[in-house]
């Protein structure tokens, strides 16, 4: 899927996309742009890589505004949310894509803030701005998604614990989104070629990836689930309000 949105068909839209100064957020974005979307490159200390993506886009014609926010600090989010309302006036589709806690040097609960209060206290910021036909679309892993009946390597379950804690909480509020006129969706990949999870997971238990490129039979690279996060926000949304995204043998299927 190497352009998941006809040329022209996010035109006037705008949209969000967290955590998107790199790697699957920023390509993402790109899909987004050259669909015609006003976008919104939010970074927390990657400022250069975001400035460079928005020039890009606007050399091509692109309309895009950087905006840095720390999601974990309820001030930076709601500075956030009025840079984006001053600057578009709305949102039509929100991505949840920023997520972590394998970082180094954080505390214990650094993974459930950022993957579940964090989530939450960014769409409670955005949802003023979403109106009627809106989308929301949380970006997760199938070792998050299936964390409950699916064990995963050690080194990652505090981050599917939390994932999954933050899909939750999103989930329980699909009445309340739906009232509003606003859709949810989650995408569900599989671990992605060339990110930074894929990198510090490999580090930390070295063969896990090419373990799971085997069990899988082949993985994703960032472009490809980029691709996927993309039409997601505009194709119709799939049974449980999931999309998945390469295998799911090995987590009972769907």
Request: proline share 3%.
């Amino acid at each position: 899927m190497s352009h998941p949105l006809a040329p022209g068909s996010l035109e006037g839209k705008n949209v969000l996309v967290t955590g998107s100064s790199r790697g699957i957020g920023a390509d993402t974005v790109r899909y987004f742009a050259a669909a015609g979307a006003n976008v919104v490159i939010n970074f927390r200390n990657k400022e250069a890589r975001a400035i460079k993506l928005a020039d890009q886009i606007r050399s091509e014609g692109g309309t895009a505004l950087t905006v840095g926010a720390d999601l974990t600090d309820a001030d930076s989010v709601a500075a956030m949310a009025a840079t984006i309302a001053e600057a578009y006036g709305s949102l039509d589709i929100l991505v949840l894509n920023a997520s972590g806690g394998m970082e180094s040097g954080m505390a214990e609960d650094y993974a459930m803030v950022l993957n579940r209060d964090a989530q939450v206290r960014v769409v409670d910021a955005m949802l003023p701005l979403l109106g009627r036909g809106s989308r929301i679309v949380f970006v997760t892993s199938h070792q998050a998604h299936f964390i409950h009946s699916t064990p995963t390597m050690p080194e990652y379950e505090p981050v599917a614990r939390s994932k999954r804690a933050g899909e939750d909480a999103l989930r329980g509020r699909v009445e309340e989104f739906e009232a509003a006129g606003i859709e949810f969706v989650v995408v569900s990949g599989d671990m992605i070629e060339g990110t930074i999870t894929a990198t510090l997971l490999e580090r930390a238990n070295p063969g896990a990836i090419s373990a799971r490129k085997e069990a899988a039979g082949r993985l994703f690279n960032v472009s490809e689930f980029a691709a996927e996060v993309a039409a997601a926000a505009v194709e119709p949304i799939g049974a449980d309000h999931t999309r998945y995204v390469g295998d799911v043998s090995d987590f009972g299927g769907h």
